[in-house]
């Protein structure tokens, strides 16, 4: 049995608004990672204060909040071996000027301030958020049917 890992991710609002919620979701289902959670909401300004906690000192941390907070996002936790690394890799660069095409903010773009997807940054970040933004019941487990093939 493969060691078992989970990643938060979370498909902001301006990918949501701009019509690439169904290309970012294929991207890991076609990686192969297993999808355990997914809710759809505009997350409140006190869930995104906490779950950018560490920032709270940085100048832009209220454009941060404003903007997440502005409209629906897809916030997902996507499960298997070293999901948050190679999750992590798919989405590129925190400022997509330095991510490679072929990423998901190299392909789709431009802003730091709108980067479009969210990725935990290591597995301690991950099972924080993962805690901040779903109940235990939220997240389902089951078996893939291509899990042996993958
Ligand atoms: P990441 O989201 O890659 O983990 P981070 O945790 O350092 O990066 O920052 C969280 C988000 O804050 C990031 O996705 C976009 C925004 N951000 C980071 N640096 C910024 C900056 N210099 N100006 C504006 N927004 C920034
Ligand atoms: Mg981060």
Known sequence: MAHQESTFIAIKPDSMQRGLVGEIIKRFEQKGFRLV????????????????????????????????????????????????????????????VDSKPGTICGDFCIQVGRNIIHGSDSVKSAEKEISLWF???????????AFDWI
Request: hydrophobic residues 40%; neutral net charge.
């Open 135 to 145: 109940k235990p019941e939220e997240v389902v487990d089951y078996k893939s049917c």
């Open 37 to 96: 959670a997914m809710k759809f909401l505009q997350a409140s300004q006190e869930l995104l204060k906490q779950h950018y906690i560490d920032l709270k000192d940085c100048p832009f941390f209220p454009g941060l909040v404003k903007y997440m907070n502005s409209g629906p996002v897809v916030a997902m936790v996507w499960e298997l071996l070293n999901v948050v690394k190679m999750g992590r890799m798919m989405l590129g660069e925190t400022n997509p």
